[in-house]
């Protein structure tokens, strides 16, 4: 996970919130990495943005979701290069930095909940 890019310090950026420990904890997340209380922490979970990553680079630069979504595409679904893409669009050398995202990166971050039975 590390070599993906899915960690920020000791935290694992990349959390499926797929029950009540895994959300808890991705609020958690949110909130130490995006510096956001309780209460917009829990918005910023919330539809449409739902997934750790897109909200951590809307907390983080203070984007729209669809921007936050296109550069974690772009940095293949690696939280700080979107970050860092955001805030410098140009890297060090001037040049765009661009970058495909995998298929598993665009399905993760694309693909619409599944229905709640």
Same mark, same amino acid.
């Given at each position: 996970? @590390?070599?993906?890019?899915?960690?920020?310090?000791?935290?694992?950026?990349? @959390?499926?919130?797929?029950?009540?420990?895994?959300?808890?904890?991705?609020?958690?997340?949110?909130?130490?990495?995006?510096?956001?209380?309780?209460?917009?922490?829990?918005?910023?979970?919330?539809? !449409?943005?739902?997934?750790? !990553?897109?909200?951590?680079?809307? #907390?983080?630069? #203070?984007?729209?979701?669809?921007?936050?979504?296109?550069?974690?595409?772009?940095? #293949?679904?690696?939280?700080?290069?979107? @970050?860092?893409?955001?805030?410098? !669009?140009? #890297?060090?050398?001037?040049?765009?930095?661009?970058?495909?995202?995998?298929?598993?990166?665009?399905?993760?971050?694309?693909?619409?909940?599944?229905?709640?039975?």
């Amino acid at each position: 996970m @590390v070599r993906l890019g899915y960690v920020t310090g000791n935290r694992m950026t990349n @959390v499926q919130t797929r029950n009540v420990k895994l959300q808890a904890r991705a609020l958690r997340i949110l909130m130490a990495e995006a510096g956001l209380d309780e209460d917009a922490a829990s918005k910023a979970l919330l539809p !449409p943005a739902e997934k750790l !990553p897109v909200a951590l680079v809307d #907390g983080q630069t #203070g984007c729209d979701l669809s921007q936050a979504s296109a550069a974690l595409l772009d940095s #293949g679904g690696i939280v700080s290069e979107a @970050v860092n893409a955001l805030e410098n !669009p140009f #890297g060090s050398n001037g040049i765009r930095k661009e970058r495909r995202a995998s298929k598993h990166v665009q399905r993760t971050l694309i693909a619409a909940p599944k229905a709640q039975m």
